[in-house]
């Protein structure tokens, strides 16, 4: 047997062949990215490392990983669930029409829901003492619904799930425009907006958002349920002879995400201190990308709530840095769409990887 | 002079060390019929697919037309002007007739990429005449019946040039009539001097057409000679005719006279018919059954996959005709299914996650399904060692990594850790080499001896005479027998599912 120096050219080869296959299959890639993307950066634009920024930059990232993890769970299972962003708007626009305390005649006398839910003196739960949590209740429950509605189109007419949730999307969309005219409603009450609003880096979306985040992780990690999702998304018709309840798991994660959604919608909304018709709309690619970036599969059976966060996380840095260096908004965009795609590659590299190891 | 087509000379065949074909020679004469015949396993689809290039054979010598021929694929196969009609038909069912014919080379405008359709139209007439189907080349083959599909498939084989077309169980999933006019065509290209191989389960069918009849066992040629040479009988004998060394565990118990599930007329239109029959704890109830008799559906249909349209099912002596899996699996009934691939086991998942999977609200608190995560654990790693499972680690390991064996103890694994008191198993050791059948088949035992009720459907014969202690005959849907362990006689069971030589 031949001793190979330590230091040899194929050694070293070796060794970095092995690094880089060690990196690529570590579930904490993507984080490293993250925090190498953040060192890189630092010396060209150091107003990146600042509390303010960083301040901004996480409570950007908490309500979008809230809606991501929704979505993650959605992967899972081998779905998709476009109607998130819709979701979100459609909510804000159900909240904020049931608290703002002033509402202007001018602009909303024309919309469906003038003099049912909106009065010159404020919405119809303004000014009561339970208003906000009823809102609050109410905006999760219009979640879950919709949620509802795709699963139970999903599970029974076995549509597909990118379909069903297009038009929920299109359909949830355009209905929260039409209800307040493509006016956004503001004068929300300060119990409201509070909750979002910018106070450090321990605010409430960061507690809310990272509770929601445990007791996801717990319920795919601890609980039969969990294994039902991974279950279903890696084999459907096996799941189904193993007993595993499709139908019901299938329509409790599209309800769970709407519920992630109207969660995020919360956050958002109190931070921009409005019912947006339009709040959800850009999010669609950051939440799906998200996902996939941390190492959720389209094809199903894989994902992890952490995965999503760092997933979350680089992107929200990229965009984050890429504004800080002035550059312009679509090209932003450009590179987050190469940055999703170059995930989805990496995916696929880790997939061969394994099967020539294992 | 004998003018042979075709000759095969010591054609040896091995996969994964398994000898699959020893030392085959048959020889075909020009224009004739060749049966063969053999039980599931023999050789005969492995002979096959030498001769239609889809694998190459190990030694030996293949002549055609006394010519060297060793196809390296499918296409230089059809070139050599053999054709070969499948079991499951190879049509695009959404392309027209004549697209199907012509979809490995469309003929063009010149040198244009664009399809001539008028030249393909006319050309799909003409050989769909040959087989007196008058039907549109335009036609979209979904649209056909199986009757039909299977003779564009024969005009098919006429428009490439065929001059060997070989049908491997033609007549499945056709109706007596079709079957007549496949006849019919099959006698009229043997005038028009063709070379016919016929692999069919129904030896009168097989008795009828052949001019020479082929058996083999083992993947050895047992017998081979002129049809007069044959009966149904020593057709049957010549297939089955093995010594049963201890290729199966002693049964060390005995069935109760407590019923288990009960089977009450029940019917399903075109699938199942009048099935009556109980089922005993402790016992071990062969199905027999040749594909499309029924035997897989029949099992579906009791686990609540699939529903049923008259008659009952009683779960020890209670009604339980409103069946899923699920309330199977909850009135203690598992189910492996003939299909380990897409019904059975979560491939890209590990062994433990496919383990645990059935058994999993069993190892969780009522309240929220919270796992206890250890006792799962600690019960999967005993399941894994009691059924030896050849895996290096069940928790990091892919299922799909797993021999077809191992694989299988997953999937009964699964089930034993629910502990059912009925298990139906569907073809247990297709794709399991003999150590693992044997393995699989002393589970099974251990299963019954514990008082579960087994029902073990399988096509293959011998297995159910070696573990059963009753075996039920279907075919068409229907029960056609039943024998109870001293009446076992592989011959009498092959003639009930063949409907030879009366009840």
Same mark, same amino acid.
């Given at each position: 047997?031949?001793?190979?120096?330590?230091?040899?050219?194929?050694?070293?080869?070796?060794?970095?062949?092995?690094?880089?296959?060690?990196?690529?299959?570590?579930?904490?890639?993507?984080?490293?990215?993250?925090?190498?993307?953040?060192?890189?950066?630092?010396?060209?634009?150091?107003?990146?490392?600042?509390?303010?920024? *960083?301040?901004?930059?996480?409570?950007?990232?908490?309500?979008?990983?809230?809606?991501?993890?929704?979505?993650?769970?959605?992967?899972?299972?081998?779905?998709? +669930?476009?109607?998130?962003?819709?979701?979100?708007?459609?909510?804000?626009?159900?909240?904020?029409?049931?608290?703002?305390?002033?509402?202007?005649?001018?602009?909303?006398?024309?919309?469906?829901?003038?003099?049912?839910?909106?009065?010159?003196?404020?919405?119809?739960?303004?000014?009561?003492?339970?208003?906000?949590?009823?809102?609050?209740?109410?905006?999760?429950?219009?979640?879950?619904?919709?949620?509802?509605?795709?699963?139970?189109?999903?599970?029974?007419?076995?549509?597909?799930?990118?379909?069903?949730?297009?038009?929920?999307?299109?359909?949830?969309?355009?209905?929260?425009?039409?209800?307040?005219?493509?006016?956004?409603?503001?004068?929300?009450?300060?119990?409201?907006?509070?909750?979002?609003?910018?106070?450090?880096?321990?605010?409430?979306?960061?507690?809310?958002?990272?509770?929601?985040?445990?007791?996801?992780?717990?319920?795919?990690?601890?609980?039969?349920?969990?294994?039902?999702?991974?279950?279903?998304?890696?084999?459907?018709?096996?799941?189904?002879?193993?007993?595993?309840?499709?139908?019901?798991?299938?329509?409790?994660?599209?309800?769970?995400?709407?519920?992630?959604?109207?969660?995020?919608?919360?956050?958002?909304?109190?931070?921009?201190?409005?019912?947006?018709?339009?709040?959800?709309?850009?999010?669609?690619?950051?939440?799906?990308?998200?996902?996939?970036?941390?190492?959720?599969?389209?094809?199903?059976?894989?994902?992890?709530?952490?995965?999503?966060?760092?997933?979350?996380?680089? *992107?929200? *840095?990229?965009?984050?840095?890429?504004?800080?260096?002035?550059?312009?908004?679509?090209?932003?965009?450009?590179?987050?769409?190469?940055?999703?795609?170059?995930?989805?590659?990496? +995916?696929?590299?880790?997939?061969?990887?394994?099967?020539?190891?294992? | 002079?004998?003018?042979?087509?075709?000759?095969?000379?010591?054609?040896?065949?091995?996969?994964?060390?398994?000898?699959?074909?020893?030392?085959?020679?048959?020889?075909?004469?020009?224009?004739?019929?060749?049966?063969?015949?053999?039980?599931?396993?023999?050789?005969?689809?492995?002979?096959?697919?030498?001769?239609?290039?889809?694998? =190459?054979?190990?030694?030996?010598?293949?002549?055609?037309?006394?010519?060297?021929? #060793?196809?390296?694929?499918?296409?230089?196969?059809?070139?050599?002007?053999?054709?070969?009609?499948?079991?499951?038909?190879?049509?695009?069912?959404?392309?027209?007739?004549?697209?199907?014919?012509?979809?490995?080379?469309?003929?063009?405008?010149?040198?244009? =990429?664009?399809?001539?359709?008028?030249?393909?139209?006319?050309?799909?007439?003409?050989?769909?005449?040959?087989?007196?189907?008058?039907?549109?080349?335009?036609?979209?083959?979904? &649209? %056909?019946?199986?009757?039909? /599909?299977?003779?564009?498939?024969?005009?098919?084989?006429?428009?490439?040039?065929?001059?060997?077309?070989?049908?491997?169980?033609?007549?499945?999933? %056709?109706?007596?009539?079709?079957?007549?006019?496949?006849?019919?065509?099959?006698? /009229?290209?043997?005038?028009?001097?063709?070379?016919?191989?016929?692999?069919?389960?129904?030896?009168?069918?097989?008795?009828? %057409?052949?001019?020479?009849?082929?058996?083999?066992?083992?993947?050895?040629?047992? &017998?081979?000679?002129?049809?007069?040479?044959?009966?149904?009988?020593?057709?049957?004998?010549?297939?089955?005719?093995?010594?049963?060394?201890?290729?199966? =565990?002693?049964?060390?118990?005995? =069935?109760?006279?407590?019923?288990?599930?009960?089977?009450?007329?029940?019917?399903?239109?075109?699938?199942?018919?009048?099935?009556?029959?109980?089922?005993? &704890?402790?016992?071990?109830?062969?199905?027999?059954? %040749?594909?499309?008799?029924?035997?897989?559906?029949?099992?579906?249909?009791?686990?609540?996959?699939?529903?049923?349209?008259?008659?009952?099912?009683?779960?020890?002596?209670?009604?339980?005709?409103?069946?899923?899996?699920?309330?199977?699996?909850?009135?203690?009934?598992?189910?492996?299914?003939?299909?380990?691939?897409?019904?059975?086991?979560?491939?890209?998942?590990?062994?433990?996650?496919?383990?645990?999977?059935?058994?999993?609200?069993?190892? !969780?608190?009522?309240?929220?399904?919270?796992? /206890?995560?250890?006792?799962? !654990?600690?019960?999967?790693?005993?399941?894994?060692?009691?059924?030896?499972?050849?895996?290096?680690?069940?928790?990091?390991?892919?299922?799909?990594?797993?021999?077809?064996?191992?694989?299988?103890?997953?999937?009964?694994?699964?089930?034993?850790?629910?502990?059912?008191?009925?298990?139906?198993?569907?073809?247990?050791?297709?794709?399991?080499?003999?150590?693992?059948?044997?393995?699989?088949?002393?589970?099974?035992?251990?299963? #019954?001896?514990?008082?579960?009720?087994?029902?073990?459907?399988?096509?293959?014969?011998?297995?159910?005479?070696?573990?059963?202690?009753?075996?039920?005959?279907?075919?068409?849907?229907?029960?056609?027998?039943?024998?109870?362990?001293?009446?076992?006689?592989?011959?009498?069971?092959?003639?009930? !599912?063949?409907?030879?030589?009366?009840?």
């Amino acid at each position: 047997m031949t001793v190979t120096p330590k230091f040899s050219p194929e050694a070293v080869s070796n060794t970095l062949k092995t690094f880089i296959q060690r990196l690529l299959l570590s579930e904490f890639f993507i984080f490293y990215l993250c925090v190498a993307l953040f060192v890189a950066l630092t010396p060209f634009i150091p107003v990146i490392a600042s509390p303010y920024n *960083l301040s901004n930059l996480f409570s950007n990232t908490w309500p979008l990983f809230a809606v991501a993890i929704g979505q993650t769970f959605v992967l899972i299972i081998a779905g998709i +669930d476009l109607s998130q962003g819709a979701i979100i708007s459609f909510t804000s626009v159900i909240g904020a029409s049931l608290i703002a305390t002033k509402v202007d005649p001018a602009v909303f006398g024309q919309s469906p829901i003038w003099g049912k839910l909106l009065f010159e003196d404020g919405a119809i739960l303004a000014h009561t003492p339970l208003g906000v949590p009823i809102a609050l209740l109410t905006m999760i429950l219009v979640g879950l619904l919709i949620g509802f509605l795709n699963g139970a189109i999903i599970a029974y007419a076995r549509i597909p799930a990118f379909m069903v949730t297009l038009v929920t999307q299109m359909f949830f969309a355009s209905l929260a425009i039409y209800f307040v005219k493509s006016e956004n409603i503001i004068n929300l009450p300060k119990s409201f907006t509070s909750i979002g609003a910018d106070s450090g880096l321990l605010s409430i979306p960061l507690v809310m958002t990272v509770v929601l985040a445990v007791v996801a992780h717990f319920v795919l990690s601890r609980t039969v349920f969990g294994r039902w999702l991974y279950s279903i998304g890696t084999n459907l018709r096996a799941a189904v002879v193993s007993g595993v309840p499709e139908r019901k798991v299938i329509i409790l994660t599209y309800m769970f995400s709407g519920f992630c959604a109207a969660f995020a919608s919360i956050i958002y909304s109190s931070r921009m201190e409005m019912g947006r018709p339009t709040l959800g709309a850009p999010f669609l690619l950051d939440i799906v990308g998200g996902a996939v970036i941390g190492g959720s599969s389209l094809a199903g059976g894989k994902g992890k709530v952490i995965w999503t966060f760092f997933g979350v996380l680089f *992107l929200a *840095l990229l965009g984050n840095a890429l504004s800080l260096l002035n550059v312009p908004f679509f090209w932003i965009e450009i590179v987050k769409g190469s940055v999703i795609l170059a995930a989805a590659l990496i +995916d696929v590299t880790r997939t061969r990887i394994l099967q020539y190891h294992v | 002079m004998d003018d042979f087509i075709l000759q095969f000379f010591g054609i040896n065949k091995s996969f994964f060390g398994v000898k699959v074909l020893k030392n085959v020679n048959i020889e075909i004469r020009r224009g004739h019929v060749v049966g063969l015949i053999g039980e599931n396993g023999a050789g005969k689809s492995t002979l096959m697919n030498i001769l239609g290039g889809v694998v =190459p054979f190990d030694s030996g010598k293949l002549l055609l037309d006394g010519q060297e021929y #060793a196809p390296r694929n499918p296409a230089e196969a059809a070139q050599a002007g053999i054709a070969f009609i499948h079991q499951e038909l190879n049509l695009f069912n959404n392309l027209s007739i004549a697209e199907n014919f012509f979809i490995s080379g469309f003929p063009k405008w010149g040198k244009t =990429p664009l399809i001539d359709r008028k030249r393909i139209r006319l050309a799909a007439q003409e050989f769909l005449a040959q087989v007196d189907l008058n039907i549109s080349p335009d036609m979209t083959v979904e &649209k %056909l019946s199986p009757g039909e /599909r299977q003779l564009v498939e024969v005009a098919k084989a006429l428009s490439q040039d065929a001059r060997i077309i070989i049908f491997d169980e033609p007549t499945t999933s %056709l109706t007596a009539r079709e079957t007549e006019r496949l006849f019919g065509i099959i006698e /009229r290209l043997k005038s028009a001097g063709k070379t016919i191989i016929y692999i069919s389960h129904i030896l009168r069918d097989v008795l009828r %057409l052949a001019d020479e009849i082929v058996v083999l066992r083992d993947g050895e040629v047992v &017998k081979t000679g002129p049809k007069r040479a044959f009966n149904i009988q020593t057709m049957i004998s010549s297939m089955v005719g093995r010594y049963l060394g201890t290729l199966y =565990p002693e049964r060390t118990s005995r =069935p109760t006279d407590e019923m288990a599930l009960e089977v009450r007329h029940l019917s399903k239109a075109g699938i199942v018919h009048d099935i009556t029959f109980s089922l005993y &704890k402790g016992e071990i109830l062969g199905v027999f059954g %040749l594909m499309g008799s029924g035997r897989s559906e029949l099992a579906h249909i009791l686990f609540g996959l699939d529903t049923h349209d008259s008659g009952e099912i009683l779960v020890e002596g209670n009604p339980r005709n409103h069946r899923t899996p699920r309330k199977s699996i909850q009135q203690n009934m598992a189910f492996v299914t003939e299909n380990r691939r897409e019904e059975g086991l979560l491939m890209t998942a590990t062994v433990a996650e496919n383990m645990g999977l059935v058994a999993l609200p069993r190892y !969780a608190t009522p309240l929220g399904g919270v796992l /206890r995560q250890s006792l799962l !654990a600690e019960s999967i790693r005993n399941t894994v060692s009691s059924l030896r499972v050849k895996v290096n680690d069940a928790f990091q390991n892919q299922a799909k990594g797993l021999s077809g064996g191992n694989q299988q103890k997953v999937v009964l694994g699964k089930w034993l850790m629910n502990n059912p008191s009925i298990l139906i198993v569907d073809e247990p050791t297709r794709g399991v080499d003999v150590g693992a059948k044997y393995e699989i088949y002393s589970i099974i035992n251990e299963i #019954a001896a514990k008082g579960a009720a087994v029902l073990f459907i399988s096509s293959e014969i011998e297995e159910l005479i070696g573990v059963c202690d009753r075996i039920l005959v279907m075919g068409v849907g229907e029960i056609l027998g039943q024998f109870s362990r001293a009446e076992f006689n592989r011959e009498r069971i092959l003639q009930t !599912a063949f409907r030879e030589g009366g009840k």
